[in-house]
């Protein structure tokens, strides 16, 4: 049985697939803390995306991975806890929202 992270993370990949993305798991032999999923879109590039469980946080060590691919101009999407979140990103990300108009926004450059 998978646990609610799992079964988040696998509705958001079905989801963005059949809206077009390419899906892509984050995974680094070398480095921890790599955020769980890559989408990308032909309207507007990759986006990263960080699952969590229903109230669930991102460990210290993925907040300084995040931070850093975040200051690199990767838009990543922290803490990702439930299935209408996640929908609306990819929304968003596919429709072009501008950020300022997103109720959930990607992590700013530090």
């Given amino acids: 049985m998978k646990g609610p992270e799992a079964r988040i993370e696998e509705i958001g990949n079905r989801y963005a ?3 077009g993305c390419s899906v892509h798991k984050g995974k680094s032999p070398a480095q921890r803390g790599v955020p769980d999923r890559m989408y990308s879109h032909i309207n507007c590039g990759p986006f990263l ?3 969590k469980a229903p109230g669930e946080k991102s460990t210290a060590q993925q907040i300084e991975v995040q931070d850093d691919m975040a200051r690199c101009g990767w838009r990543i999407y922290r803490d990702v806890d439930g299935v209408g979140m ?3 990103i990819i929304d968003d990300e596919i429709n072009g929202v501008p950020i300022n108009q997103r109720q959930y926004k990607p ?3 530090l």
């Fill in 17 to 19: 697939k059949s809206r």
């Fill in 49 to 51: 995306v960080e699952y």
């Fill in 86 to 88: 996640a929908k609306q």
């Fill in 107 to 109: 992590l700013s450059p």
